[in-house]
């Protein structure tokens, strides 16, 4: 019988006559790829355990540990307290940091499957949303499983270098992958870093998990008025967007929008570039047609010829700045077509996702709440800047502006204003600007 040992895929125990066939305690890949395949199917706890032969709290205590949190838009929200109703305090007093504060919990999640995935009602919930992912869950388990039989693989030399080198990015909100792929020489992995600071290792140089930056999550879109005279949109919906791009497959799209945060301005008129990331943006003091048009009158002269390679097709939302097409399409002075635009469809903002995931660069440094007035163009460009010496996965740790500049040059990025930051001054938070 010993013979057969290593022909034995399972550990096995003998007890006198008999051999008892041990279960691993570990959970595998397969594991876990069951687990998440039930969560994304709504299936209880127990019936995951069940299909994988594992204990039911061994499901529940996987899916608490290895599932990552997408935190709701804190930003001008309200305090999401399980003791909101109960609660004798003043509203005004109502935070988070409050000691009587209980997160909110939503049955769907803690009470059944323990994670968002495919959840019908995650892009209209407004609490934090929690993912569970097989391959992130093991890669983490396989992590921790090193990291707990070697330690920390840091000598106090190398943690003290690593902790002088992140610690000013992180302050000025830069995320880990930003921060490393602006310094290779660190040799870590963004993933490492991130379980370094959550196990406390870089603590004492003021280092934890409150320095790094909080996701800012997308809001649902109030629902709009409808209009007393709807706007004519033949020939420029999105249906006419996918059907032009797929004739002109060589023009690039510049995808248009407007950021404010309160009703009577001022506007910021934002415009990104979508083979490069590429985001520039200006002031308007009203959100008319008009004004918003008058932007592109400006560039037209500004960048001459050059004009055409960025501005021929645009894509923008159904917003009343932009409803009047033929001030963005007609020159004003000679009535020739300059720019075919399409609109997306109503409270569809997915479908220009480019602008919008700047949008959320934008609202790191200017936050829902804080006022406009005193911002200037200067500011504006400023804030452009940072945002565009951001190193992209997308882009393959490149810079917007490094792509922006091999595709269109540098001298058109210096007439719009933009200028390149160094990457360790890069500044993603509301301090860069000194306004009120």
Known sequence: ??????????????????????????????????????????????????????????VAKEIKLHRTVKQRN??????????????????????????????????????????????????????DHY?????????????????????VNLSEAERSIIAQTIAKPLKAGQSLYQILTNHPELGISVKSLYTYIEGGVFKEFGIDNFSLRRQVAMRERKRLKKRREPVNYEGHKFTDYLAFIKDNPFIPTTEMDTVYNQQEGPYIQTFSYQNTCFINGFLHPEKTSESMASTLDYLQKLLGNDYFKLFSLILTDRGTEFEKVSLFEL??????????????????????????????????????????????????????????????????????????????????????????????????????????
């Open 131 to 151: 993912f569970y992912n097989a391959n992130t869950a093991h890669e983490a388990y396989l992590f921790h499983l090193s990291d707990s039989r070697k330690g």
């Open 331 to 436: 020159e004003a002075e000679t009535g020739k077509l300059r720019t075919n635009i399409f609109y997306c469809d109503p409270q569809t903002p997915s479908q220009k996702p480019h602008v919008e995931n700047n949008h959320n660069y934008v609202r790191n440094i200017l936050p829902n709440g804080r006022k406009f007035e005193g911002l200037t163009q200067h500011d504006l460009n400023l804030l452009f800047s940072h945002i565009n010496s951001v190193p992209r996965k997308v882009l393959g740790g490149r810079t917007p502006y490094d792509v922006f500049s091999f595709f269109y040059g540098e001298e058109i990025i210096h007439k719009m204003g933009i200028r390149r930051i160094d990457p360790d001054e890069v500044t993603l938070q509301p301090f860069l600007l000194k306004i009120e």
């Open 1 to 58: 019988m010993k013979d057969l040992l290593p022909a034995i895929l399972l550990p096995v125990m003998f007890i006198g006559e008999r051999m008892t066939i041990m279960k691993a305690k570990h959970l595998t890949l397969d594991d876990r790829k069951a687990i998440q395949e039930g969560i994304e199917r709504r299936l209880s706890k127990t019936a995951i355990a069940k299909s994988i032969s594992k204990d039911p709290t061994t």
């Open 74 to 127: 804190r930003f001008n929200s309200p305090v999401m307290c399980a003791k909101l109703k109960e609660c004798k305090k003043p509203r005004k007093f109502c935070s988070e940091s409050c000691i009587d504060y209980v997160e909110q919990p939503c049955t769907m999640r803690d009470r059944s499957t323990g994670a968002c995935n495919h959840c019908e009602k995650t892009s209209r919930c407004r609490l």
